[in-house]
């Protein structure tokens, strides 16, 4: 349990500055959350919007892990697949990606399956 609020803490922190800023100063989050990688549009609002219901979710994880424990499924599935269909490529062709927010995907989609409590997810009381 103490590990499942660690994880919520952590979400808070970073998902909640990756939201304030994408939402707020697209700019800022283009150069220091996408590195500059991708040029500056509406879709970081987007992701700003995405990692700020991330935010809030966690904030309730905090008085309920077990029952939010979807949102960190649902990282993991979307971490994840950045992972393998943006980074890989983007790696095996020379291509520019922010090499900080895949580090920290690579971190999160290592941790997670170690936290998640899976039979409540998957399995009835």
């Not at 803490?9 to 989050?29: D, E, H, M, R, Y």
Request: with cysteine; proline share 7%; glycine share 6%.
């Amino acid at each position: 349990m103490i590990a499942l609020k660690i994880v919520y803490v952590a979400n808070i922190l970073v998902a909640g500055w990756i939201s304030i800023t994408s939402l707020f100063n697209p700019q800022k989050a283009s150069h220091t959350v996408f590195e500059n990688a991708y040029p500056t549009t509406e879709v970081i609002r987007l992701v700003g919007c995405l990692w700020g219901g991330i935010f809030l979710l966690s904030i309730v994880g905090l008085f309920h892990p077990k029952k939010m424990a979807l949102i960190l499924l649902f990282q993991l599935l979307y971490k994840g697949s950045w992972l393998v269909f943006v980074m890989l490529p983007a790696i095996w062709n020379k291509e520019p990606y922010p090499s900080g927010m895949g580090s920290f995907f690579i971190i999160w989609c290592s941790v997670l399956p170690f936290v998640i409590p899976w039979k409540d997810i998957f399995l009835e009381p």
